[in-house]
């Protein structure tokens, strides 16, 4: 059964401008990390940030930052300050308990930021 | 620190023929996996190893595909013999541990491989 959705196959973005990347998750376990991580054309997955499910604090590192919904099980990436280098596909993952530590990806949004 | 290490970066071959992927996680790292990304797709685990035991294999094509860790260190992906479908970026990612939630993986630069 798919976990991860991300309902956003692409999006433009302004250079300088705010972004947020939808994700919503499924799970039955109360104990749950979420992941965000961007791969840019080379093809590496880099990893941004990171949220538990216990975490009462939105997770953020830099310009970016995660909007975390538990009751509605969404975990929306938002960027800040677009920079053309921002250009890349973003994957929302999970791990819970239950995947024994692999982590479940969505199927990515497309990001492109214009000048 | 040296991050995961992935050799061929690209590799082209006829269907049904053999192919071979290597990893280097990084050091002490004692858990690693590989992963298929077929284009247009997140990552799909292929098989975890902790240490040089396998831990999930369960979306491993295993009349085709094998992996071993040697000395739970080095890994090796192997996929004989290659179907079209099997045209994807494989990733290898290791992290320190493989239990709980919170643990971040690192990712090596995958190998894309094109199945003619």
């Known amino acids: 059964a798919q976990k991860i959705t991300q309902t956003q196959p692409g999006m433009f973005v302004q250079e300088k401008e705010a972004v947020t990347l939808d994700c919503t998750y499924d799970?039955?376990?109360?104990?749950?990390?979420l992941f965000w991580y961007k791969q840019p054309s080379s093809g590496e997955m880099i990893f941004l940030i990171y949220?538990?499910?216990?975490?009462?604090q939105n997770a953020t590192e830099g310009r970016y930052s995660l909007n975390f919904q538990k009751a509605r099980k969404s975990a929306n990436l938002v960027i800040s300050a677009s920079q053309l280098g921002d250009s890349a596909m973003y994957f929302c993952?999970?791990?819970?308990?239950?995947?024994?530590?692999?982590?479940?990806f969505g199927a990515g949004t497309q990001v492109v930021v214009t000048p | 620190e040296a991050g995961v290490a992935q050799s061929p970066r690209y590799k082209i071959i006829e269907k049904r023929q053999s192919v071979a992927f290597w990893c280097n996680p990084i050091?002490?790292?004692?858990?690693l996996y590989w992963y298929q990304q077929i284009l247009g797709q997140g990552p799909k685990l292929l098989i975890q190893?902790?240490?040089?035991?396998?831990?999930?294999d369960s979306q491993l094509p295993k009349d085709r595909f094998s992996a071993e860790r040697l000395k739970g260190v080095d890994s090796t992906l192997k996929i004989q013999p290659a179907k079209l479908e099997d045209s994807a970026v494989y990733l290898c990612?290791?992290?320190?541990?493989?239990?709980?939630?919170?643990?971040?993986?690192?990712f090596g630069p995958g190998t894309r491989l094109t199945v003619t």
């Open positions: 949220q538990g499910s216990y975490d009462e």
């Open positions: 190893f902790q240490n040089n035991g396998v831990v999930d």
């Open positions: 799970t039955s376990d109360q104990s749950y990390g």
């Open positions: 990612a290791s992290s320190l541990v493989g239990a709980g939630v919170s643990y971040e993986q690192y």
């Open positions: 993952a999970m791990r819970d308990l239950g995947s024994w530590g692999k982590l479940q």
């Open positions: 050091s002490g790292h004692a858990t």
